[in-house]
């Protein structure tokens, strides 16, 4: 008898034990009871994590463009306030460098908001707004 084929013999005997024995019956149980234990626990699977990442994400850009729309009304508010207060033309001379208070650009009318790349898992798809 060759060695070789004695420890491939032994090996494969072992292996099938293992599968049919009582340790692959004690990993069955265990992973029945795991699975029972998780599903009885208010678990989120990954795909519900991540789509609760991207609609956080979303939420988070839309509070920041909501930020700067609140900073640009305040600045009109108070540009507006100090025009009635004063009684001197407020058009600067031509040349001159946009006031402090000048209201920001319009914001783009874009339906769409690109998550960061560490959030992105599907690449260029950008999230669309409801």
């Known amino acids: ?16 034990a293992l599968e049919s024995g009582p340790a692959k019956d004690i990993e069955r149980n265990v992973k029945a009871a795991m699975t029972s234990g998780f599903a009885k626990l208010d678990l989120v699977t990954r795909e519900e994590f991540d789509i609760q990442a991207q609609v956080l994400a979303k939420t988070r850009a839309k509070l920041e463009a909501l930020e700067l729309r609140v900073i640009e009304l305040e600045a009109r508010l ?8 004063s009684s001197t033309s407020t058009t600067p001379p031509p040349g001159a460098a946009p006031s402090a208070t000048a209201p920001f650009p319009a914001q783009p009318e874009d339906p769409t908001i690109v998550l960061p790349p560490h959030l992105d898992k599907s690449g260029d798809t950008p999230i669309n707004k409801p």
């Open 1 to 16: 008898m060759n060695n070789s084929n004695f420890f491939s013999d032994l090996q494969g005997k072992i292996n099938q």
């Open 78 to 85: 108070a540009s507006g306030a100090a025009t009635s207060a």
